[in-house]
């Protein structure tokens, strides 16, 4: 199933998650993108490291710049070096975007520092 949504950074933390998304059409449905995307990493999750998430709700933001998308990207990324389960970009395995590689995301940092 399609849910036009673009998922921009996500990162699944052991006891919560965070995703960047941004819906590509009016039909977006993001009660019904939630379900699946919280369906989908807490099994994955689950299968790879044994413990469920359990989070039953969800927060939403709404951004209203790209420099805010850019800065709110590069704090999902780095929520793992934060919580000491990795020490570099990249490394941490629950954590990533659906639309830009990586090495994009690190360049485009770098210009703008």
Same mark, same amino acid.
């Given at each position: 199933?399609?849910?036009?949504?673009?998922?921009?950074? =996500?990162?699944?933390?052991? #006891?919560?998650? $965070? +995703?960047?998304? /941004?819906?590509?059409? /009016?039909?977006? #449905?993001?009660?019904?993108?939630?379900?699946?995307?919280? *369906?989908?990493?807490?099994?994955?999750?689950?299968?790879?490291?044994? *413990?469920?998430?359990?989070?039953?709700?969800? $927060?939403?933001?709404?951004?209203?710049?790209?420099?805010?998308? #850019? +800065?709110?990207?590069? =704090?999902?990324?780095?929520?793992?070096?934060?919580?000491?389960?990795?020490? +570099?970009?990249?490394?941490?395995?629950? +954590?990533?975007?659906?639309? $830009?590689?990586? *090495? #994009?995301?690190?360049?485009?940092?770098?210009?703008?520092?």
């Amino acid at each position: 199933m399609k849910f036009e949504f673009a998922v921009f950074a =996500y990162c699944v933390m052991p #006891d919560h998650l $965070h +995703a960047l998304i /941004e819906a590509t059409s /009016e039909g977006s #449905d993001l009660k019904a993108f939630m379900k699946r995307f919280k *369906q989908m990493t807490g099994f994955s999750y689950r299968r790879a490291t044994g *413990q469920s998430l359990g989070q039953p709700e969800y $927060h939403e933001h709404i951004l209203r710049s790209d420099e805010a998308t #850019d +800065a709110v990207a590069r =704090y999902i990324l780095e929520n793992p070096i934060r919580a000491r389960l990795a020490t +570099a970009l990249g490394e941490y395995p629950f +954590a990533g975007s659906g639309v $830009h590689e990586l *090495q #994009d995301l690190m360049a485009l940092w770098e210009r703008q520092a």
